[in-house]
C-alpha cells in the first residue's frame, strides 16, 4: 500500500471514529453509529468500484479498459 494510502485509511479513520465495542453500553452506542457510518461509506465505495468495472471492463480503449479490468478483478478478489 502506498504511503498516501496510508494516509488516507488513517484520515478515515480518525474521522469515523472507533469502530470496536468494549462492552459499556455508553460507548458501544457511539461506536455503533461509526460502524454504521463506516459501513455506509464502504457500500458507496464499493458502488464506485463498480461502476468503474461495468462500464469500462470492455473498452477498446486502452487506459479505461485498463481500469475497468483492475477494479472488475478487485471486486471479485473480495
Do not use: W
Amino acid at each position: 500500500m502506498s504511503e498516501q494510502k496510508i494516509n488516507i485509511y488513517e484520515v478515515v479513520k480518525k474521522l469515523n471514529g472507533n469502530i470496536s465495542p468494549v462492552g459499556a453500553t455508553h460507548i458501544d452506542d457511539e461506536r455503533f453509529e461509526n460502524l454504521k457510518d463506516m459501513c455506509s461509506l464502504i457500500a458507496n465505495l464499493l458502488a464506485d468500484v463498480n461502476h468503474v468495472a461495468l462500464h469500462n471492463k470492455d473498452r477498446h480503449e486502452y487506459s479505461m479498459k485498463r481500469a475497468g479490468e483492475y477494479a472488475d478483478e478487485f471486486l471479485k478478489n473480495i
